[in-house]
């Protein structure tokens, strides 16, 4: 007589209802410990920016980098150097390439593609330079720090190429921070869970954390872009990627994550003015979208 070894119907159930169980303990702590190797990585990409920006202003007479200049195609419009249709387009992405020699450390392990960067030079009928090119990125830089702009909205004026002794606060003046490239007629995306209606707009929950005063130009950020902001920092504004954190980096370079509600480098001897508004003086950062002052300086630069 042979002796029927099969699971019943029942004993299968069972295993089934375990193996569900364990999946569903198992799943959620997987996708976190995906978000913590992303966001150890984006640390890491951070840290090698600022690196590279430190060995740049050493062999520069202790400046950094301009933001971006045109190469070819320069014509000049009311006795400034303006880049013109086709004009190959220098920024401080290039500036870096020689000293991390890999254009991938320049993309965030949260979103690869976000900032398209030939994208966004086409905007303007620009092209990046024939070298090396870089097509994506995912870190900004800090529009405060690398400063005088070679094109437009800013070409010519009075923004000059920051030294590193100008830098009161090294360890909270930001240098590169995660970002996001916003095309025209689109606004930024909202940080996870917060109501994209409601948290967005010059009105939106963000921008009331923002003094009065300073309103009018900060609130630009979560506005929806228009082609008079091209290539400004309002472009690029901040992206939370890793469970409501954004990484930056610093002059200094340290890295940090900033929760995309929290304030840093705010006390009062902390503040600087706007740069188109010299009268009005505030807070440098405002997070998760600006990133873009200098503590003890500028609270919002021109461009």
Sequence with gaps: MRNNKAFTLIELLVVI?????LAAILFPVLSQARVAAKK?????????????????ISDNDETYAQSAYALTNITLVSGVGTPGSGSQIYSVYDAMQPY?????????PGDATAINWQVALATRSWVRPTSNPITFAGYSPNFAVFE???????VGSADPVRSEGSISFPSETVLFYESQYVANGSRPKAPSGENATTY????GTWANTVPAAM??????????MVATRNMSRYMFPGADRYAGQVVVGFSDTSTKTIRYSSRFAAETEKNGI?????TVSGPAYFPPYDFNGIPGSVAEPRN
């Design 17 to 21: 209802a375990i193996i569900a169980i």
């Design 40 to 56: 150890a990585a984006s640390i890491s990409n951070a840290k090698q920016l600022g690196l590279a920006s430190t060995m740049y």
């Design 100 to 108: 991390i020699k890999n254009t991938d450390l320049m993309k965030s």
């Design 148 to 154: 005088d702009p070679g094109i437009p909205p800013q």
């Design 200 to 203: 967005l707009g010059t009105t």
């Design 215 to 224: 309103r009018p130009v900060i609130g630009l950020y979560a506005d929806t």
């Design 274 to 278: 706007v740069e188109d508004i010299p």
